[in-house]
């Protein structure tokens, strides 16, 4: 089993920043052959695929919403990902999900369903 738990989520203004981390954990886990990712799912809407990193970090994606203000990290050693956000808009408010797909991959999955596990989300709200 592996469990994921996020951190970093708070109320903020526009234009402030946050850092999301996610600890992942396990007995059986190898980390730094997972690929991860975050998602969100906004008040009403569907969760969406925010940004995902491959198993060494070689490979980044994000949703052409979030580029240019968001990074998604991760430390192999910690067993950590994180997700750096600025300029954060009153439309980034959400329950921001992490989650992990076995095995290496070569490109970053950026559909739920290719994920694993996933984190219980941490609220992220943005006012105006």
């Known amino acids: 089993q592996v469990q994921l738990v996020e951190s970093g989520g708070g109320l903020v203004q526009a234009g402030d920043s946050l850092r999301l981390s996610c600890a992942a954990s396990?007995?059986?886990?190898?980390?730094?052959?997972?690929?991860m990712g975050w998602f969100r799912r906004a008040p009403g809407k569907e969760r969406e695929f925010v940004a995902g990193?491959?198993?060494?970090?070689?490979?980044?994606n994000y949703t052409d919403a979030v580029k240019g203000r968001f990074t998604i990290s991760r430390d192999n050693r910690e067993k950590k990902v994180y997700l750096q956000m600025n300029s954060l808009k009153p439309e980034d408010t959400a329950v921001y999900y992490c989650?992990?797909?076995?095995?290496?991959?070569?490109?970053?999955?950026?559909?739920?369903?290719?994920?694993?596990?996933w984190g219980q989300g941490t609220q992220v709200t943005v006012s105006s």
């Open positions: 396990g007995p059986t886990l190898a980390f730094s052959t997972v690929a």
């Open positions: 990193i491959t198993w060494n970090g070689g490979r980044t």
């Open positions: 989650a992990l797909k076995w095995n290496p991959v070569v490109t970053v999955p950026v559909m739920s369903n290719e994920y694993n596990y």
